[in-house]
């Protein structure tokens, strides 16, 4: 973990979506944080000594999903298909595939494996999953203010954690989507799914992965323009589904909601401990 001496800094943007605005200033106090996403490894230890069973291995509880077909009641989650061809963005089922089986120990489904990913984030871990995490370690998730102020790495306002510009001498600064989303992705930056931790230059205060790869949750509930948005928890930071064309998210100000019953394949985390508490 990284020591991070807080401070006031300007918060989201009015350059981009509704959900970012207004650009404002915020408060956070001292902190430390991880500098990676947590990776299967960390978890692993965690499930071990506790025993722990994550959200998305559980069984479902039909009841709150009256009408759902048998096979959206089993337990899994949901997984990136690269879909051939043309399809309407605005249909993200065109790409979103709920699989049976599919957990942090499977990412895909039946016959995946972390077994060569250990040091990757892990992911199909929801908030309630995290926070078990964390306080198995006596610590916490970052708020959103945390988070943000972490990414950013003392550069006030930037488009990116690592400056104004897009690619610095044409070099991709983060595991992120190239090319158009989702029929084809050009790999770039060298990854066409999650990324091992750390491959990618630091920001401004020592810590890795801030943009891209795996979406991270904080602690906060989600709101936007409309007011509370229920059971959803704010993610941060942009994946390695993050394209242009169609999620330009992996920047510090960018925020989405993420479900609180459901795992997916590019959500992770990573805690914090307040100074103090």
């Avoid at 490894?41 to 999903?65: C, L, M, N």
């Avoid at 009408?67 to 051939?84: C, I, K, S, T, Y």
């Avoid at 090319?179 to 630091?202: E, K, W, Y």
């Amino acid at each position: 973990m990284l020591k991070l001496g807080g401070g006031r800094f300007l918060m989201g943007s009015d350059r981009h979506f509704p959900e970012e605005r207004p650009a404002r200033s915020a408060d956070v106090g001292t902190f430390w944080i991880d500098r990676h996403e947590v990776t299967n490894a960390q978890f692993k230890r965690f499930v071990d000594a506790t025993g722990y069973v994550t959200i998305a291995e559980q069984p479902v509880d039909a009841s709150r999903y009256p009408g759902a077909p048998p096979e959206l009641l089993q337990p899994g989650g949901f997984v990136f298909h690269q879909p051939e061809g043309s399809v309407s963005p605005a249909d993200f089922r065109a790409w979103w595939r709920y699989r049976p089986g599919a957990s942090w120990r499977q990412p895909e489904g039946p016959g995946s494996s972390i077994a060569d990913r250990m040091n990757h984030p892990v992911v199909h871990v929801t908030r309630d999953d995290a926070m078990a995490y964390a306080r198995w370690l006596g610590r916490d998730l970052p708020t959103e203010a945390e988070w943000e102020f972490a990414a950013r790495g003392g550069l006030e306002a930037k488009e990116y954690v690592w400056g104004e510009e897009k690619t610095p001498s044409g070099q991709w600064q983060a595991n992120v989507w190239q090319g158009r989303f989702p029929v084809s992705n050009q790999m770039l930056d060298g990854f066409a799914g999650t990324a091992p931790v750390g491959c990618f230059d630091q920001n401004g205060f020592g810590l890795s992965d801030m943009a891209g790869n795996v979406w991270e949750l904080t602690r906060d509930d989600y709101r936007d323009l409309r007011g509370p948005q229920a059971g959803m928890a704010v993610v941060k930071g942009g994946s390695h589904l993050c394209s242009d064309n169609y999620c330009f998210r992996y920047r510090p100000s960018a925020r989405q909601p993420a479900a609180l019953d459901s795992g997916t394949a590019h959500i992770g985390f990573r805690t914090v401990i307040r100074e103090g508490g």
